[in-house]
Structure formats: structure tokens, C-alpha cells
């Protein structure tokens, strides 16, 4: 079935350092991605939106970049800090007939700083 | 401002029990979902309900049921718990299609 899939398990950068994290998506009719970060025994807080009409948008200190050719997302993390440190989702919206729009998230990468 | 409520935090099940998980949001949200994560791994959808008055299976229904009490309550049940569903279970809750979901706390359940 279609799938939101990550390369990266585990990435470790050090503090002040740029971070990439990627994501690679099945369904080409995907017309709406969100980036999520969630801390230890929290739930997903969103970070950056983008929709399939873009291919990049910037936030504060964040950037999603989304190539609709090969159906890849990332999310960039400018100087990277230790309270960024997480577990990074990206998340597709999908329209399912006559049953609106689900989301559904990807495997999940985990963002390490060293310091 | 609340947003998104999930009741219990935390629960413990013996087999075969049967519970209901709450989740209430304040933001006149019209889409309301319902995940479970497991150690380690992503967020995976059992239902969904885009509007009130419809629900839809999400991709791993089986063994649950949900109810749209109205557009501010989602709940979800088990009615018949298994040890497979231990998991910690997030409601999650967003306006339209193309907006960001907004997520609860999550409720950690064990089944023994």
C-alpha cells in the first residue's frame, strides 16, 4: 500500500552543526506534508508545514524542502542546538474516496547533539 | 486553552478487559484521529473521523472501534483487550485538510 518512509534511524550531529534529516513518500497524489518532532514522553509537535504546490519553505531556523519528482521531503535544521534533539516524523495527507483526507506518518528519525 | 485531552495518561489491562480511551478537543476542530506508537517506531492510524457524524478505518483497525460523540469528543474502544495492544495511544485533532493536526499527551496502555 502507499507508505511515508525514512532513510535515517538514528543521525548524530554536533551542537551548532546543520542537520538533514530525509523522507521519501509512496503516494504521488500526496498533496500536503507536515514535519513533527516529538521529545521523550510527549506527543508530536509540529514544526513545518509545506503543500505539494512548493518545493521549499523556510520557518526559524528550519527549512522543508520537497522534490515531487523522485517523492522525497527534508527537513534542515540550521545550527543545530541540544534541545533539538528528538524523534523527527514527516507525515503525508492523502484524500481516501468519499472518506476525506488521512494522515499518516513515517517511521521516525532520532536526532542526537553532541555537545 | 486546553487543545487536545486524552483520559486516562495511564492504563493497565488484564486480557480480555474491555476500556474506552477519551479525547476531547476545545479548537472547533473538524478532523479528529486516533494513533497508536509503539517502542521505537512511528505513529501508525487506526481511525479517523473527518468530520462529525463519519469515522473511517485508518491503517490498523482491527480490534478497536471509535465513536464521533460530537465535533468536540473522539473516543476510542477496546473491547476486548490483547496484549498487542499495548501501546502508548495519541488523539490528534486539526481544523480542514492542509492543516497541521494538533497531538495530545498519549495514554500508555498495558495489557497483561
Known amino acids: 500500500g502507499e507508505s511515508v518512509g525514512l532513510h535515517l534511524p538514528t543521525l548524530s550531529v554536533q551542537e551548532g552543526d546543520n542537520s538533514i534529516i530525509n523522507c521519501a513518500y509512496s503516494n504521488s497524489a500526496s498533496d500536503y506534508f507536515i514535519w513533527y518532532k516529538q521529545e521523550s514522553g510527549k506527543g508530536p509537535q509540529f514544526i513545518i508545514d509545506i503543500r505539494s504546490n512548493m518545493d521549499k519553505r523556510q520557518g526559524q531556523r528550519v527549512t522543508v524542502l520537497l522534490n515531487k519528482t523522485v517523492k522525497h521531503l527534508s527537513l534542515q535544521i540550521a545550527a543545530t542546538q541540544p534541545g533539538d534533539s528528538a524523534v523527527y516524523f514527516c507525515?503525508?495527507?492523502?484524500?481516501?474516496?468519499?472518506?476525506?483526507?488521512?494522515?499518516?506518518f513515517g517511521g521516525g528519525t532520532r536526532l542526537m547533539v553532541k555537545p | 486553552n486546553a487543545g487536545v485531552t486524552q483520559t486516562p495518561k495511564f492504563q493497565v489491562l488484564k486480557t480480555g478487559q474491555s476500556m474506552t480511551l477519551q479525547c476531547a478537543q476545545d479548537m472547533n476542530h473538524n478532523s479528529m484521529y486516533w494513533y497508536r506508537q509503539d517502542p521505537g517506531m512511528g505513529l501508525r492510524l487506526i481511525y479517523y473521523s473527518a468530520s462529525e457524524g463519519t469515522t473511517d478505518k485508518g491503517e490498523v483497525p482491527n480490534g478497536y472501534n471509535v465513536s464521533r460523540l460530537n465535533k468536540r469528543e473522539f473516543s476510542l474502544r477496546l473491547e476486548s483487550a490483547a496484549p498487542s495492544q499495548t501501546s502508548v495511544y495519541f488523539c490528534a485533532s486539526s481544523y480542514r485538510a492542509n492543516t497541521e493536526a494538533f497531538f495530545g499527551q498519549g495514554t500508555r496502555l498495558t495489557v497483561v
Open positions: 507525515a503525508e495527507e492523502s484524500v481516501r474516496d468519499n472518506a476525506g483526507n488521512m494522515l499518516t
